[in-house]
C-alpha cells in the first residue's frame, strides 16, 4: 500500500543542467498521478520506472509554460505506445483551447481520448475520487489563475478486534455490521459502541503540492495537518521583493507554511537558478522548519503506512 | 574556424531513457544554429556548453512533435532571460499558425520577435546566407512534407602566392585586384591568368541533414559531396517495410544514401526504440559505408579545416 511522491522536475521557470521544470509523479496503492509536467517528463518518468501507460491522470496547477511544454511530448507518445484508455487533465481554463490547439497540429489521430475537467482555482473542491483517494483543489496566489492539490488517503475499512469476537462470540453478520460502523446490539438489550469493538488498521496519509504562489496562510489552513507539504521555494527571504513581484515564495515562507499547517515533513523545491547551490534555501527553511528537505531530481519520498497497533 | 556539430537528441518519435528527440546544433565560425528542437533541446544544450542566446537561426525539417516540442520551451527561456534580438526559424507551413497558437496561451508579452520563413519543402532552395555559410533545402519523402538541410561553409577569400609577388613585383592595387579573381595585366601585355597568383587558403566544408525520409537519390544528389552527411536510420534492413510504411529509412539505405552523395563521412540516428543497441545498425551501414558512426548523445562532430598547401 505505497504513499509515494517522486520529483521529476524542480526548477523555476527556466529548467538547469540538473533540474528539470515542475513535475512530480504520485503512486497511491500503485495507482500513478502526474502533479504539473514540465518540458522532458515523459523522460524522467522512464528513468525513474514509471511507466507513463499507468497515469491515471494528470492535474496542472496553471498554464504557465514550465509547468505544462512537457504534457504534449507525453500525449503523444502515450498515443504511439497504442493507449486506448482516456486520460483526464484536470487543469484551469483556458486548458481546452490550448488542448485544442496541439491536438489540431500535432495529434489529430490520437488513439485514445483526453478529457479536460476544469479547475476552478478560487475553488476548494473535491476533483478526483477513488476507492483510496480523494484529491482536493487548493486555491493559491499566483500571477495567473493557479490551484495546489491535496492527495488524501481514504481511512481504511473497520476491522474488529478479536479481543471483541471472542469477548460477545460475534457471528458474521454482526462482524459485518460492525465493519459498516454499527454499534452492536447485545441479547440482553445492552448497546457496545461501534468503537469498542473495531479499528482502524491504519491512517490516511496525505500529500500537498502547493506551487506557484505567494505565501498563502489559506491555503496553509486548507492542508491542515499534510504528512507531506511541498511548497515551492523560489527565492531566498534576501530576494523576498523579488518573490513578490514575480508571485512566488521565499524558503522562509515555505517554513511558515509548513508550520501554519502543522505538516509532518516539508520538502521545497522550484528553485531559482540564480542559487547555484540550494543549501541556502534549505538552511534558512530549517530554522523555522527543521523537518525541511530539498526535493532531489529523481528521488522518490515515501509516507510510510503508519499502522494502527490493537 | 570552426565547423562542428553537435547531437542534442538522436531518438526516434518517443524519447529513450538515454536518447532524445531530434536536435543538431551547428557551430559554423562561432556562430550557432539549431536544427530541429525535440522535447528537451534547451537543456541539452546548456549541458552542452552551448549558450541558447547565441543560436543565430533555427531550421525545422518537419512538423512532427519529436522535431518541434522543444521549441516552446527555448523560446520560452530566451524570452525570461532577456533576448531582444529577433529568431529566426525556417519550417513548414503551417509554422506560423502553431506559433500563433504558443504565443497566444504561453509568450503573449515575449521581448524579442519570432519571425517565420517558411520552407517550401518541395524546392530546393538557398534558405540563408551570411559572410560564411549557405543553406539550402533538401526536398524529403515522408508522411507529412519535410525538407532536410545543407549547410555549405563558403569558399574562403583567395589569397596572393608569395612567389608571385617576386616573380611579378604585385603592388596593393595588383594584389587587391588579383583577390577580386582579376587576371593580372603585365606592362609588356602578357595576361597572367588568376588561378597562378592566387590560391584558397582551405576549402569550404558541408553539412547535411537528411531527417526524416525514406530514401532518396534525389536528396543523395543534392548533397553531392559533403563532408558529412546525417541521415536518419529508424530501422534496420530486416524491417525495410515497417521503414517503408512509416516514411522512415533503414541503416543500409542511410549507407546507400551517403555512397550515392559521395559523402566523406555518415552519422546515423533517429533510432527506434526497438533497437536496444544501435550496433546492429551501425553494423549494416558500414558494410556499405565503412565511415559510417551513430550519432551519439552530446557529442561533437569536428568537420576539421583542410588547407590547401601553397
Redesign the interface.
Known sequence: MTFRVTILGSSS?????RR??AAHALNVHEQFFLIDCG??T??RL??AGINPQKINAIFISH????H???L??LI??LG??GRRTPLTVYAPR?FD??LA?HLR???SQLPYEVIWQEVETRKHRLLYENKVLEVYSIPLRHRVPAAGFLFREKEPPLNILKEAIEQYGLGIADCAAAKRGEDLLLADGRTIPNESITYRPYRGRSYAYLSDTLYSPKAAGLVQGVDLLYHEATFADSDKALARQTGHSTARQAATAALKAGAGRLLIGHFSSRYKDETVLVEEARKLFPQTEAAEEGKSYEIPLLKTKR
Chains 1, 2 share one sequence.
Request: hydrophobic share 25%; charged share 15%; aromatic share 12%.
Open positions: 521557470a527556466s529548467p538547469t543542467p528539470n521544470p518540458e522532458g515523459q523522460q522512464m528513468r498554464l504557465h509554460g514550465d505544462v511544454y512537457g504534449f511530448g503523444s507518445t504511439l505506445q483556458p483551447e490550448i490547439c497540429y500535432f495529434d
